[in-house]
Every structure is written in C-alpha cells, then in structure tokens.
C-alpha cells in the first residue's frame, strides 16, 4: 500500500495540472483572436482564407513552449505525454474558435434579404 500523502496546495500549483492558468490563458488568447479576426475581416479582401492562414501559424508556435518543455527541462518533471495534451488542448480551442468565428460571421443569402426587408 502506498504511504505517500497528496498535497492539494502543492498539486493546485503544478502548471500541468492547475486548472486556473489553462483557463485564464486561453480567455485571453481567445480575446486576442477575436480582435486578430475582426481586423482581418475589415482589411482584407479575403478574410476567411487569410485569417485561416493566420491562426493556423499561430497554432503551429504555440506547440513550441510545449514542446520545449520535455526537451530542455524547463519544468521540473514535464514529460512528453504532458506535452501532448497540451497541444491536444491547442488544436481543440483553435478548431472551435476558427468554426465558430467562420460560422457566426458569414451570413446566408436568406439572411441578408431578410434583414434588408
């Protein structure tokens, strides 16, 4: 039987584990890819192609901290499998942002005539 004693204190502070950070993090980067696609949809003359362009690069860069972390040991204990989630955890919020941010600004042709109407 294992004698070891967990610690939530200590546990609640492990950046892998925490659940504030993630959330907080990725509140902020949705915040700032909202403001990224409404500038693009202003200024370009195609702004889905563009701003998929745009987020999928930036999807890309976010895997090298995660990525760095197992390589270089820049966390105590960060392993692979770690780093995997993490990036799982990347490629899902991307896909739901860029989904809804596509669906929720193009509007269907009944909807504009009827808006117009």
Known sequence: ???ARVELKRLFWWPH?????????TAILEIGAILVFSLVARFSKRPLRTYFVISL???IL?????????IYGL????TWPN?????IMHVVA???TVTML???AVSKPHEATAMTS
């Open 57 to 59: 690069v930036v999807l």
């Open 62 to 70: 976010t895997f090298i901290p995660d990525a760095a972390e197992p």
């Open 75 to 78: 966390v105590p204990g960060a």
């Open 102 to 104: 596509f669906r929720l």
């Open 1 to 3: 039987m294992l004698s």
């Open 83 to 87: 780093a995997i989630v993490l990036m």
């Open 17 to 25: 584990l925490a659940w504030a950070p993630p959330i907080v993090l």
């Open 94 to 96: 991307w896909a739901i």
